[in-house]
């Protein structure tokens, strides 16, 4: 049990929260959010959500803003990039996710993005939470690569206490003594996360391991342990993409990635309803584990931890 966490501890009821962004049940429906690293041109960025929506992605990412370790790499169109991303939001209907790194731009990115990214670097930038905090939008926090499950769980804390509810966590690896991946992608922290927290719980495999042949066997082990969702990046053309080239998954595997995924969530709830079947007495104990329906917020359909399904695949 994690001490003084006020409104992101979970709650006495073990209700979760559903945090809604145009429509999409984040924490009830499972939500793939796919697309490039960076946004680079209008092509590209266009040509990817069209491609994501149709293998059955629910929001659009891109960078605008890069937080890159060198500060002569490519660093992101800014506003441009952001024009771009609502050009390909209103091709495809498909929210946009996007990082925010300075606090004098949270106001004026937030009119171009549904979700406001709060990258592993900035995750302690308190300064940054509490104006995203005060912007009342759905926020991605990622965790920071040295942070703990508690220290990530405050900085949740922060943007909750400026009276803002929507905020989405999303597990991205961390730095270990293995240097073989880019990070260690902790996927205790899904399990973890759910009971310490009301709050949905992403993973994003791309940043977690940074190796392409990766991301599909950690995306459907994170489905499997009870994410609510994937961030995954997505390039038109990997090998002459601006950043994260190695680990940008090509349009094809990322259909394959989807279809995988539909079928382990239908198994998984499959299996769920089944599990009340084999348990002794007839019932699994504990909300945590494989038993009773969650009490979501707005829950309408009965479904199970972590037994959640793509509400409508593909348009
Ligand atoms: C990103 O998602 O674009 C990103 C930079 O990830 P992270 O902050 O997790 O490194
Ligand atoms: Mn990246």
């Not at 946009?96 to 009119?111: A, H, L, Q, Y």
């Not at 943007?159 to 966590?169: F, R, T, Y």
């Not at 499997?224 to 349009?251: N, R, W, Y």
Request: aromatic share 6%; proline share 6%; glycine share 8%.
């Amino acid at each position: 049990m994690i001490k003084n966490l006020k409104l992101a501890a979970s709650r006495p009821d073990l209700r979760r929260s559903v945090v809604d962004v145009n429509g999409i049940k984040v924490g009830q429906e499972f939500v793939v959010i796919a697309g490039p690293c960076s946004v680079e041109t209008e092509m590209q960025t266009i040509k990817t959500a069209i491609a994501v929506k149709k293998a059955g992605a629910k929001m659009l990412r891109g960078g605008a803003f890069k937080p890159r370790t060198s500060p002569y790499a490519f660093q992101g169109l800014g506003l441009k990039g952001l024009k771009i991303l609502d050009k390909a939001k209103k091709e495809t209907g498909l929210p946009i996710v996007t990082e925010v790194v300075d606090t004098r731009d949270v106001s004026w990115v937030g009119e171009y993005a549904d979700v406001l990214q709060i990258g592993a670097r900035n995750m302690q930038n308190f300064s940054l939470l509490r104006e995203v905090g005060k912007s009342g939008k759905p926020i991605f926090l990622k965790r920071g690569m040295y942070s703990t499950l508690e220290e990530w769980l405050n900085c949740a804390e922060y943007i909750l206490a400026e009276g803002n509810p929507n905020v989405i966590l999303c597990e991205r690896g961390i730095r270990t003594f293995e240097t073989y991946t880019r990070n260690t992608l902790d996927l205790s922290m899904i399990p973890a996360v759910h009971t310490e927290s009301h709050l949905p719980v992403f993973v994003d495999p791309s940043h977690g391991t940074g190796i392409l042949s990766m991301i599909e066997p950690m995306s459907l082990a994170a489905c499997i342990a009870g994410a609510d969702g994937l961030e995954i990046e997505v390039h038109t053309d990997p090998a002459s993409a601006l950043s994260d080239k190695e680990q940008q998954m090509p349009i094809p595997l990322f259909e394959v990635l989807m279809e995988k995924l539909r079928r382990t969530l239908a198994f998984m709830e499959e299996l769920n309803a089944q599990a009340q079947a084999f348990a002794p007495e007839g019932k699994v104990q504990g909300p945590e584990t494989l038993g009773e329906a969650p009490n979501h917020e707005d829950l309408t359909t009965k479904s199970t931890h972590p037994g959640k399904t793509f509400t409508d695949a593909v348009d």
